[in-house]
């Protein structure tokens, strides 16, 4: 049986085509990236500069024996050992404005996974001016535990979405369940904005 068998009809077909890319690899880009692999995305780009800490370990796709490691190297091989097939290109870099569009040129959409405000704020601004017609997709408001009604997905421009409860700040503490709710949020967003694209 296919690792792929109980995928949506269509979905496996169109994914494997697709290069989605994730900024930040720690408690949403991480679990994104986990999501997307299993629901058959083909390739992925992948980029953080920091290495794996114990308390990482509350949220972040990574295990005990991953402590010291770059984030982006071992969140490769942990996506290498759900599907073999996917090709990953991980970057152990520090994204700012002046590399971000080289490592990301040719991905089909972009996942904001950034822990601090003023890098969501220029990712935001120099994505939106250079690739206006493609998506990115911005985490907003993770923090704290419960209150899952308050999440949502918000469309803030014609290309320009955010997934969270748009207003709990990083202070308040991190919740494994809370945070992965919103990758996986962003994650589903993605697979459903480019299957949109096939049928439309």
């Not at 629901?39 to 010291?68: P, W």
């Amino acid at each position: 049986m296919s690792l792929f068998a109980r995928n949506v009809k269509g979905m496996t077909d169109n994914l494997q085509r697709r290069i989605i890319g994730v900024a930040g690899c720690g408690g949403l880009g991480s679990n994104a990236a986990v999501a997307l692999v299993r629901a058959g995305v083909g390739r992925l780009v992948i980029a953080d500069f920091d290495r794996v800490e114990i308390s990482n370990l509350n949220r972040q796709h990574f295990f005990q024996n991953d402590l010291g490691q770059e984030k982006a190297n071992v969140l490769a091989k942990h996506l290498k050992a759900i599907n073999p097939n996917v090709k990953v290109d991980a970057h152990v870099i520090r994204l700012t404005p002046e590399n971000t569009l080289g490592l990301f040129k040719n991905v089909d959409l972009m996942i904001e996974a950034f822990d601090q405000a003023d890098a969501k704020k220029w990712l935001i601004e120099t994505w939106c001016r250079a690739f206006p017609q493609r998506h990115l997709i911005c985490g907003n408001g993770i923090s704290g535990y419960g209150e899952t009604d308050a999440l949502h997905v918000l469309r803030a421009g014609s290309n320009l979405w955010f997934c969270g409860d748009g207003k709990t700040e990083m202070a308040m503490g991190l919740c494994s369940a809370r945070v992965s709710l919103v990758a996986s949020m962003q994650a589903n967003l993605a697979i459903e904005l480019l299957m949109k694209e096939v049928c439309s």
